[in-house]
Nanobody, 115 residues
Framework: VQLQASGGGLVQPGGSLRLSCAAS????????MDWYRQRPGKQRDLVAR???????TYADSLKGRFTISRDNAENTVYLQMNDLKPEDTAVYYC??????????WGKGTQVTVSS
């Protein structure tokens, strides 16, 4: 499975961004699709997860601002981020899990929230 993330960039506080991550390859094996982020000097943390059936899970601190969605026909996972704050500045990574238990990571996309 190959993952291509896009949509990062520079945004002002209070702004919005939508990240996309398109999967290719053995896509029929994909189960969960996740977004993680790694803030400067911090470990990589789960932001949100969406299951094959559409069940979503969010980091508690991000509920209400971030929304994960998935288009199974396009094999793409999205992360809509609203009311962005400087502390959301991070490299955002998509990750997918497969039925075999193997996980795949995409290359990160930088999100910078600054005025």
């Amino acid at each position: 499975v190959q993952l291509q993330a896009s949509g990062g960039g520079l945004v002002q506080p209070g702004g919005s961004l939508r990240l996309s991550c398109a999967a290719s390859g053995s896509i029929s094996t994909i189960t969960d699709m996740d977004w993680y982020r790694q803030r400067p000097g911090k470990q990589r943390d789960l932001v949100a997860r969406i299951s094959r059936g559409g069940t979503t899970t969010y980091a508690d601190s991000l509920k209400g601002r971030f929304t994960i969605s998935r288009d199974n026909a396009e094999n793409t996972v999205y992360l809509q981020m609203n009311d962005l704050k400087p502390e959301d500045t991070a490299v955002y990574y998509c990750r997918v899990s497969t039925f075999s238990g193997i996980v795949y990571w995409g290359k990160g996309t930088q999100v910078t929230v600054s005025s």
